[in-house]
C-alpha cells in the first residue's frame, strides 16, 4: 500500500514562506508523478505543483509560478514544495499525492490514486 506523509505546513503572515514535505513508500517515481494540491473551504481541490519521472519535468499552476518550487529527492523519497511570497489567498489545506502515469494533465487530482492526510497552510494579511 502507497503511503504518503505530509508535514511543514502552519501559520505565516503574508510575504512569509514555508516548506512542505511529503515522503511516500512504496512507490515508484519514475514511472509516475506526484502532485500538491489545496483545497480552500468552499473550493474546489486544485492542482499546484506536479513533479514527474522521477523529478525530470515539473509542472505549475499559474497563480503559483515563480513564488513556489516542488523538487524531489529521491534517495530520501521526498518531494519538496518551497513556498515563498505567500498570500492569504494560498491558505488552503495541502495535500501531496501520487500516480503511476504521466500522461494524463499532471495538475488535475484524477487520476492521482493516492492521497495523504494534508497539512494546512494558513497566510494571514
Known amino acids: 500500500q502507497v503511503q504518503l506523509v505530509e508535514s511543514g505546513g502552519g501559520s505565516v503572515q503574508a510575504g512569509g514562506a514555508l516548506r512542505l514535505s511529503c515522503v511516500y513508500s512504496k512507490y515508484t517515481s519514475y514511472t509516475g508523478c506526484v502532485g500538491w494540491f489545496r483545497q480552500a473551504p468552499g473550493k474546489e481541490r486544485e492542482g499546484v505543483a506536479s513533479i514527474c519521472s522521477g523529478g525530470a519535468n515539473t509542472y505549475y499552476a499559474d497563480s503559483v509560478k515563480g513564488r513556489f518550487t516542488i523538487s524531489q529527492d529521491n534517495a530520501k523519497n521526498t518531494v519538496y514544495l518551497q513556498m515563498n511570497s505567500l498570500k492569504p489567498e494560498d491558505t488552503a489545506m495541502y495535500y501531496c499525492?501520487?500516480?503511476?502515469?504521466?500522461?494524463?494533465?499532471?495538475?488535475?487530482?484524477?487520476?492521482?490514486?493516492?492521497w495523504g492526510q494534508g497539512t494546512q497552510v494558513t497566510v494571514s494579511s
Open positions: 499525492a501520487a500516480r503511476v502515469g504521466i500522461t494524463a494533465p499532471p495538475l488535475r487530482p484524477y487520476p492521482y490514486d493516492y
